[in-house]
Structures are given as C-alpha cells and as structure tokens.
C-alpha cells in the first residue's frame, strides 16, 4: 500500500504560505434552470426532487487539489491522516436521497431511430444535430416554463426531460460538459411512467 505523500512537499505547504502553486481547474455541471413549479410535486414522487434542488456552486480548486493528491489509484481511495477513506454510491444516495437499490443502470451506446424516440418521449425534436445527444439549452429553451394548461402528458414530457438533463447533464455528466446523451431517455420512460397515477392522486 503506498505511503502518504511528504507534507514538505504537498500542495497544501504552498497554500498554506500563500505563495503560487499548481491547482486543477474543473468544470461545473449544472442543469442551468430551475423546474416548473408544476413540475416539483412529481420529481419528488419519483424520487428525484432532492437532486432536482441542485443548483451552480463555486469549488475551492486548491482544496480540490490538495485532495487529489492522497487519491490512490491502486485501491481507488484517499489516503488522509486520520484513515483511509473514499465516497460511495451510499453518500451520494444519502446526500440527493436517490434510490440506490434494484437492477444496475446503464446507458446504451446507440439508439435506433432516435429523432422517433425523442419525439414520442417528449413530444418536439431540436431544430438541429443528429438527435444522438441534446443541446444543453434545449431543455431551457422548450420546458422552463409551462403554461397554466398544460395538458398531464405535457408535464410528463417535462419531467422526462428534466431528469434526463439532471441524469447526463448533472450526475453523470460526459467530458464535453455541453450535451446530455439521448442513450439516459429510454430509462426516463420507466421513472415517469408512474406519473399519470401520481398527477390523478395529487388532483
């Protein structure tokens, strides 16, 4: 098992004095916009209502590097002076309050007929691109609002949409930070299919 770094030579000596030092930059993920207040009583129906409360922050860059330093590849854990340690399906699940429990999730890597797919699920397709991946500011242009009669499938197309954003763009974000994957869709259909019984109990 290896050893912890020399605090002489950690990061953590150079800000400590104040003085320039290496730093990782990071990019933020976030879903850009808030839910429709319609939309709030069923993302935390199905789960999701907690993560949906995600909003944009400011990182400490130096203290995500002073971390990153005790990372350990070989056992895929910190190593700090007070013991080993690393974050868990657990603490993520404890913090967003999302289930963890059931069948393994996984994305696919292509889809057939995605434009059909898109539609049927949320009922308009973009404008542009191949319809493999949506524009983060898709979701914004054609779902931050709803109108007042706004009909129960509406509202389950917002959700849909809203969680896969939350899903590709936010929990599991892709390197290009920009697009969320259309492969987060199909498992939407499973999440909001309950919804028509949710919005029958909540009217």
Known sequence: MDSLIDSTNHISSSINEMVEYRALKGHIHSVGFQPDECLIPFLELVGFGSAALI???????????????????????????????????????????????????????????????????????????????LKFSWPKANFEYLPSTATELEVMQAARTYIMHLIGGVLMPDTHGSEVHLMWMPHTVAVVGSLSDAILGIH
């Open 55 to 133: 909003r944009t922050f400011n990182l400490r860059y130096n203290l995500i590097s002073a971390l990153v330093e005790q990372w350990r590849p070989k056992t895929h854990t910190f190593h700090l002076p007070c013991r080993e340690c690393t974050i868990t399906l657990e603490d993520v699940a404890l913090q967003l309050e999302l289930p963890i429990d059931g069948s393994t999730v996984t994305g696919v890597s292509l889809i057939s007929r995605p434009a059909r797919l898109c539609y049927d699920l949320l009922g308009r397709l973009p404008s542009e691109g191949n319809f493999q991946t």
